[in-house]
């Protein structure tokens, strides 16, 4: 990485190994970025185009010892072209209305929240969280974040927390009604965000880590084309959804 400051006072280290997340039976270990307070918008992009993500004021990126299983992906929105399947989900949830709101808790935010962790994720740990916890993940921040509400028919039904980069979207996080009987949110929510950095002039969307052994991220490989940073180097997916 560049070392003109104030990149020069950037530091990284290793944490010790804990359990994989996303992969049973394995361990892990994350790269961190400090101090947190000095990461801003500008360092903070130049730290995604090298692979790091951040949850709150986090900054991180594996760095595990004998796996590479996590892949940084992003869109190029310019030659992204929805499938079928995405169509119809843009179409489907026409109706929405989308908001930028303050980024701070918002009661009925959490609530979903919660709906949505028990539904989709329960027994992970985060179906637990409670206000502190949700504030720290989501709502902590030192670089350009935006909230965004989606409503239809004033009935709250999804929030995406985003990040502004200096050449793209980076999704930090989308939780939606998981108590709909026909929806396609979770799709909607990337094409949202794919046309809003269409709108900004912004080139990528990126969505943090793709794992091709794990199920929960298949549907970022359905959004094509997709570049993956590869032994340093961004350049197209080419693994099959």
């Not at 003109?4 to 359990?19: G, S, V, W």
């Not at 108590?179 to 929510?189: D, E, Q, V």
């Amino acid at each position: 990485m560049q070392q003109d400051y104030p990149y020069a006072l950037i530091q990284f280290y290793a944490t010790a190994p804990y359990a994989c997340s996303y992969l049973p039976e394995r361990s892990a270990r994350s790269q961190v970025a400090t101090p947190g307070h000095l990461i801003d918008t500008p360092i903070y992009s130049e730290l995604v185009r090298r692979g790091f993500r951040r949850s709150g004021v986090f900054t991180y990126r594996p760095h595990c010892d004998s796996c590479k299983a996590c892949v940084p992906v992003r869109i190029p929105v310019q030659d992204f072209r929805p499938d079928r399947s995405q169509r119809r989900a843009w179409k489907l949830h026409s109706g929405l209305t989308s908001t930028e709101r303050p980024l701070a808790l918002h009661e009925e935010h959490f609530q979903l929240y919660q709906r949505y962790q028990a539904a989709r994720h329960a027994g992970g740990g985060m179906d637990l969280d409670n206000r502190e916890q949700f504030s720290h993940f989501l709502l902590q921040s030192h670089v350009d974040t935006r909230l965004i509400e989606f409503r239809e028919y004033g009935m709250l039904r999804m929030v995406s927390v985003i990040d502004c980069l200096s050449d793209g979207l980076s999704s930090v996080y989308t939780f939606y009604e998981p108590r709909l009987p026909r929806s396609a949110l979770g799709t909607y929510g990337i094409l949202w965000q794919i046309e809003a950095a269409r709108r900004l002039g912004l080139p990528h969307v990126y969505l943090g880590y793709w794992i091709e052994e794990s199920g929960k991220m298949a549907y970022k490989s359905r959004f094509r084309p997709l570049e993956a940073l590869q032994d340093g180097i961004w350049q197209p997916l080419r693994t099959q959804p």
